[in-house]
């Protein structure tokens, strides 16, 4: 009796080491697929498109949040960081222009209500 039930626990073992390679196999397969899968997809919208149009005659506050990326209703503290991060990327002594540096510094003035009136900018 007792030989009977160590045949069967030795026939088990390979049973399981058997099933658990056939669970590492598929395990497997479907990780390459979801790779392939997530690298196939196409890319996501979250790369942040910018203004394209030109300047107007008259900055207004669509134009200046558009020129700093924030909305019209941003707060003020926001507004600062906005034209910081804006103008560190376009300072005229890091080779960027002294038109866009003008604009930047005017659209953040409009921004923060300090544009009474005219242009404001310098070109």
Do not use: C
Request: aromatic share 8%.
């Amino acid at each position: 009796m007792q030989r009977q039930s160590r045949d069967s626990t030795e026939m088990v073992a390979p049973l399981i080491a058997g099933i658990a390679v056939a669970a590492a196999a598929y395990a497997g397969r479907y990780s390459i697929r979801a790779w392939q899968a997530f690298k196939a997809r196409p890319p996501t919208a979250r790369v942040r498109r910018f203004y394209e149009g030109g300047f107007q005659p008259s900055m207004t506050r669509r134009e200046a949040a558009l020129i700093l990326g924030i909305r019209e209703s941003t707060p003020a503290e926001k507004i600062k960081e906005a034209h910081r991060r804006v103008m560190v990327a376009n300072h005229p002594d890091a080779g960027g222009s002294h038109y866009l540096a003008s604009k930047i510094n005017e659209a953040k003035d409009m921004m923060m209500r300090r544009n009474k009136g005219g242009s404001g900018s310098a070109f």
